[in-house]
């Protein structure tokens, strides 16, 4: 039920070596600064949309969200945004390059960005997120 989380993950593995970690907790409120290696990326699983009913089937069409989470740290940020920004924006743009539009195999369709939530900073961290819609095969 879960694949495509894990799919998503052996992608970022692959498509964006830059990455010290890639983490699945179940919240990214789970995250300890102070325990996770950076630059990384959190995927957690946002929770499951039905669509709707296939005509005569009796099934559902069932979309999953999936949230990315990048986190960067930058000792020498503590007074600005913007050092985080410049060293996030790299792999952003390789995240995104790696995931929107690619199909993992146990998705009906390739993954489709989705509305996530604004980025977050604290001292000298920012944390990114980008959310994607993969739909499960029946």
């Known amino acids: ?19 010290l970690a890639i983490y699945t907790p179940a919240e990214i409120g789970d995250a300890e600064e102070g325990s996770q290696i950076t630059p990384c990326c959190h995927v957690l699983y946002g929770g499951d949309a039905i669509a709707d009913t296939t005509a005569g089937r009796g099934t559902n069409i069932v979309k999953q969200a999936w949230v990315i989470v990048l986190a960067v740290q930058n000792s020498s940020a503590q007074l600005g945004v913007s050092m985080l920004q410049s060293e996030a924006s790299v ?28 980025p977050s900073y604290r001292p000298t961290y920012a944390y990114y997120p980008f959310a994607f819609e993969g739909t499960l095969k029946q």
């Open 1 to 19: 039920y879960f694949a495509i989380g894990a799919e998503i993950v052996e992608r970022l593995k692959v498509e964006v070596p830059e990455l």
């Open 91 to 118: 792999l952003i743009t390789k995240i995104l390059s790696a995931l929107q539009g690619w199909q993992p195999p146990s998705s009906a369709k390739p993954l489709k960005r989705i509305n996530a939530e604004k």
